[in-house]
RNA sequence: GCCGCCAUAGCUCAGUUGGUUAGAGCACCAGAUUGUGGAUCUGGGGGUCCCCCGUUCGAGCCGGGGUGGCGGUACCA
């Protein structure tokens, strides 16, 4: 049998989880900064509770995984953490302050096609506040996301938080005369062709409103076949939306009507940027994009994108299109799926698995291995004081050094090599020589690879035996941690010095 | 799902008009060295040439079908 992996998940090794926690910490402490407060909630709901079963079916949609429970009810894995938000609130209600103020980190799952950047398991880490219908609420998550990605290490003017409603998109739709229920599967379609403003530019939209789109391989996408004059109204729209402070708003109220959805809509967008511009979050930070689209099913208001804006490349040199890094809206029929009451709510989330995936990319120091150092390894060399060895190691665990004693059935040699490839600092040599002396040898492996690099044969490199010395071995402990000790204060020097 | 491209060692890839025992670099393992990482040198292990069927005296190479991978597109709630 081949082992093997199906697409779309990934193993994850020791440098890319420790740098992911980095990462996770850094988010934690931003949300808390911002008032909220841990929460967790398992990784399978009932189908129901997330809303997706298929139209007029009793199967479960077909992006989601599904299974059924023994007593036949459907079960699927959660495909965002907001959904089953909705469903603890709405079941812990009574006992929970409103506004309610939580956020999550979990994996979710997507049973979709795979790509760059696009996983079917993948980590979200969220945030929502329940029980508000403020855009103030909404400002705040938007300058909350945009706190976490620049304490990620992501440079301002290198991402933008998008903002926009998806009342301003209805009252748009409704200009053109695309309301009413006949119209819904074509506004749909003409909600689509907006969202790849990013991916297909302004003339692949047009097509897509109009008469469809042919792709680089051929394929034929169909068209919403809208009138010359309304694909003119959402490209201006779409396009001429995007300002950056300071400019004459956009002329949508004239588009709109002052009694439109749309133009409340606009009235809360606004009002969102106000909040943000006057809390000294500028355009360079979040901005009006109305080409955002985001979600189709339950944002009911103003939505978030956050978008990296530096170009990514893979190793072969090819551009990526990494897609947004977090997103967000607000949500305020969701809740009310399981009350009789309804309740507003707003919130955000970063694609921690696709944000790492882009910061790897480009080679960002906040996802670099840096000075990840392995356990102090305890050569065996012989066989019979396998027990002695075992008491070194613990003497160092004792002390608080992370050690090991080598337990394979190699040599010297494969053993030095093993601790090479552990990244271990120090390695612990205890011969017979060195056992009926009472001592042992340390052997710093930091300094012998720097001291390697003036070292042209294996000659000088053996009879040197560079950063090697020997100490009683009732000192070993103590002598291992002052070594570790150097070597750690010396990356420190070196990283405040760069 | 639809469209396109691709499939030879762990990885990256050569492989002549269809011809005998399928190669290279890197990686891995070992030796040079009774007990020392790196570099160098020497040697070694490793292949269902994706699978099946067909054409042929003969197929890694040609044809058909399948599977898998990559990319585009659709979908992404």
Redesign the pocket.
């Known amino acids: 049998m081949e082992a093997r992996l199906?697409?779309g998940l990934a193993d994850r090794d020791a440098a890319e989880l420790a740098a992911t926690a980095k990462m996770l910490d850094v988010i934690r402490s931003v949300f808390e900064l911002y008032g909220f407060e841990a929460l967790e909630t398992p990784a399978i709901e009932y189908t129901d509770a997330?809303?997706?079963f298929l139209p007029d079916q009793d199967r479960p949609?077909e992006?989601?995984f599904s299974f059924q429970d023994e007593d036949e009810q459907w079960l699927s894995l959660r495909?965002?953490l907001t959904a089953p938000l909705a469903r603890f609130v709405a079941q812990n209600f009574d006992r929970l302050p409103k506004p309610y103020r939580s956020y999550r980190c979990g994996h979710v799952?997507?049973?979709?096609?795979?790509?760059?950047g696009?996983f079917r398991q993948f980590m979200q880490f969220d945030a929502d506040t329940v029980g508000s219908a403020s855009p103030a609420a909404d400002a705040e998550i938007c300058m909350m996301a945009a706190d976490a990605l620049e304490r990620l290490g992501i440079q301002r003017g290198d991402y933008v938080i998008k903002i926009n409603s998806r009342k301003l998109l209805d009252g748009v739709m409704k200009a053109i005369g695309l309301d009413g229920d006949d119209n819904a599967g074509r506004r749909?379609?003409v909600l689509?062709a907006i969202?790849?403003m990013d991916?297909?530019g302004p003339e692949g939209v047009k097509l897509?409103l109009g008469p469809g789109?042919k792709?680089?391989?051929?394929?034929f996408?169909k068209g919403a076949e809208l009138e010359a004059d309304a694909i003119a109204t959402i490209m201006s729209f779409s396009l001429g939306g995007q300002y950056t402070g300071g400019e004459p708003r956009f002329g949508l109220f004239d588009l709109l009507g002052r009694s439109n959805v749309g133009a409340e809509g606009a009235e809360e967008l606004l009002e969102i940027e106000d909040l943000v511009r006057f809390c000294g979050y500028g355009a360079d930070r979040i901005r009006i994009d109305p080409s955002v689209v985001?979600?189709?099913?339950?944002?009911t208001g103003p939505v978030f994108e956050a978008d990296l804006a530096f170009a990514t490349r893979?190793e072969k040199g090819n551009p990526v299109?990494f897609g947004s890094v977090g997103g967000g809206g607000r949500y305020d029929g969701l809740i009310g799926r399981f009350r009789a009451e309804n309740t507003p709510a707003t919130g955000f989330s970063i694609g921690v698995s696709r944000l790492y995936a882009a910061l790897k990319l480009v080679g960002s120091p906040i996802v670099e291995a840096g000075g990840r150092t392995g356990p102090v390894v305890v050569l065996a060399?012989d066989r019979d004081h396998i027990a002695d060895y075992q008491r070194l190691a613990a003497a160092l665990r004792a002390a608080g050094i992370p050690s090991e004693l080598y337990l394979g059935a190699?040599?010297?040699?494969?053993q030095?090599?093993y601790?090479?490839r552990r990244n271990s600092p120090v390695?612990v040599?205890?011969?017979?020589?060195?056992r009926a002396k009472g001592e042992v040898?340390i052997?710093?492996?930091?300094?012998?690879?720097r001291?390697?690099a003036a070292?042209?044969?294996?000659?000088?490199?053996?009879a040197l035996?560079?950063?090697?010395f020997a100490v009683p071995e009732g000192e070993l402990a103590e002598k291992v941690q002052e070594l570790l000790s150097r070597h750690a204060s010396g990356a420190g020097a070196e990283r405040s010095g760069a």
């Open positions: 199906p697409r997330l809303g997706k949609n992006g989601v495909y965002d799952y997507r049973n979709e096609k795979a790509g760059p696009r749909l379609t689509r969202d790849k991916r297909l897509l789109r792709d680089e391989s051929g394929d996408t985001r979600g189709l099913e339950y944002y893979d299109r060399l190699s040599g010297m040699k494969a030095m090599k601790a090479d390695v040599i205890q011969g017979s020589n060195e040898q052997k710093d492996l930091i300094e012998g690879a001291a390697s070292i042209a044969t294996n000659e000088e490199w053996k035996r560079p950063a090697q």
